[in-house]
């Protein structure tokens, strides 16, 4: 129900980033929150219906609950059908608190909690309720104590119809590190180095087990005689059939040996000039999902968030969404009032769903007990209910405008990455309901780290990414948005080119990346291919490791730019600080899309 099934952890680094911190006074403290990543307003709606299902009903599955045993879920479940009862009965109110809160409820919510009990002549109906509301309250979901000053949150405002063309950025991280050099690897090469070997013999030599070879260099791609590549053809990965057929049909475009770059390097000194922790699954993660390698943005803000804050500055209608995880990416930093939509891949499910004859409403008092805190209140306490507020009403939003949302093209099969994929298309097909002409969507597909027999992992993992890609694609031509959709795919690293000992290669820096859309001017490649793979040429920093030639900050710039930001009213400066100290050749909107 809230994503953390026993054997479904996302990575080796269980379900949470250490280095995550919650946006807004969390991260104004300077302090982490690894847990607060639950907060995703799916999450929270998930726990939420079933911790009042438990205490209503029992263990059952009925609206919404933990159990496995649904029944009979029309009318109010029977709890003796249950697979189990709460049993304990606290004997006076304040056991009640000391038991779900160990005495730190507030007198504001005992208040609330006091009044309801006054309502309610049933005491075993006033206890149920009153175990509802307690559940979802920030002292049930933190330590700390809460002070209140009376208000109720305000609802956040609906943006008016807009006349703007529609425009939609799709950011989609390939988290663990995607083996890019089996992706576009090169196939006819002339250009030699100084060893007297093209690229091709490099990349065999180097590769060794791990090298596309000559019968899977099948799906061939030309690079245009203005790109100065160092091979006239490359191969696409044979699983990456979508890929290969929009590139040659002018849709898609590589960026050749991206990565993070702080300030201009050589392979003696990177050490110095990269402050990163290089080769690290959570730096190298957060330093795609930032872009801000010293923190020159805005505090406690993301690439998306920060994006989506100057578009709504400018007059758009602009939105940032995440499917599933609670991430950086999308935050607008400490002092935006922006907040982020969370869409979970598994369906919309209605907040507090109960049978018709059910009459008691949690909402208004869920809403006063999670009102406006004091400056002085528990910083975690006030994450949770600023959250649960934003769940509870984008939930409420989901559930009208996206949950009717007809697929034509959906992805194929249950896997998670077609589930994913699946949750993005009502996004963008809703966005006339929800008056949005500028949807920025995060997503996160795992699963890339493959230290063991890698060239059948990757096979696996590209063969999924092919179905999602070629639903999407689609999708969006069939319900005429390909033109306004642009995917841009990324990862925390490329990896080795030399393999380890179990068939399977390590962290590296540089990889292969690529934009798809019917924008993009695509069937080129954008930077540079390296054209000395070897350990004595200027890119492999050893255990063939490449260094990048192209920042995050050179592929972004353009599609900041197609999304209506400008280079002359510092709004790219604000979304990409560091986009001049790269050092590395900025594109422009004009270099990566037709419009």
Known sequence: LIGQMVHEIPSVFSFFSPEYSAPGPVTQASLVSPEAQVTAGPNIISLMNGLMSLVKYGLTACWE???????????????????????????????????????????????????MFQQETDSRLALMKAQQLIVNTPEFHSTGLTRRIGQIRPEPESPPPSSNRYKAVVYVLLAGGADSYNMLVPHTCTKKNNGGQTVLEQYNALRSSMAMTSSERYRIIDTKSNNEQPCEQFAIHPELKIVHELYKQGDLAFFANAGVIHKPFTKKNYKQRIETQLFSHPSMQEEARRIDPFGNGNPGSGILGRMCDKLIEKGYNAKASSINVATIATSAGDDSEL????????????????????????????????????????????????????????????????????????????????????????????????????????????????????????????????????????????????????????????????????????????????????????????????????????????????????????????????????DDKGELDYCLPNRFQAGTKLLSKEDVFAD
């Open 65 to 115: 609950g933990f159990g496995t045993l649904k029944g009979s879920c029309n009318r109010i479940p029977s709890r003796e059908n249950s697979e189990g009862n709460l049993t304990l009965v606290p004997t006076t109110e304040s056991d009640l608190y000391t038991v779900m809160t160990a005495g730190r409820l507030s007198k504001e919510n005992r208040q609330v909690i006091r009044q």
């Open 339 to 566: 907040i982020p939509q969370y869409v979970s891949s598994r369906g919309i499910t209605m907040f507090h769903p109960k049978p018709r004859k059910e009459t008691f409403d949690p909402l208004p008092y869920i809403k006063e007990m999670n009102g406006v805190t004091a400056l002085q209140s528990n910083i975690f306490g006030e994450t949770w209910s600023k959250e649960l507020n934003q769940a509870i009403h984008d939930n409420r939003e989901q559930m009208e405008h996206l949950s009717n949302i007809v697929i034509s093209n959906p992805a194929e099969g249950n896997d998670r990455y077609a589930k994913i994929m699946n949750a993005v298309l009502p996004i963008i097909l809703s966005h006339k309901e929800r008056n949005v002409d500028r949807d920025i969507i995060y997503v996160e597909l795992g699963g890339w780290d493959h230290h063991k027999e890698m060239k059948y992992s990757l096979s696996d993992r590209y063969k999924s990414v092919n179905n999602v890609l070629t639903a999407f694609y689609n999708e969006m031509k069939s319900k005429g948005y390909w033109e306004d959709v642009t995917l841009q795919i990324v990862s925390d690293f490329g990896r080795t080119l030399t393999p380890n000992s179990s068939n399977g290669t390590d962290h590296g820096w540089g990889g292969h990346y690529f934009a798809m859309g019917g924008s993009v001017k695509g069937n080129q490649i954008f930077g540079e291919y390296p054209d000395d793979l070897t350990e004595s040429g200027p890119y492999n920093i050893g255990r063939g490791r490449i260094s990048p030639t192209m920042s995050w900050e050179s592929i972004l710039n353009s599609a900041l730019q197609w999304m209506g930001l400008d």
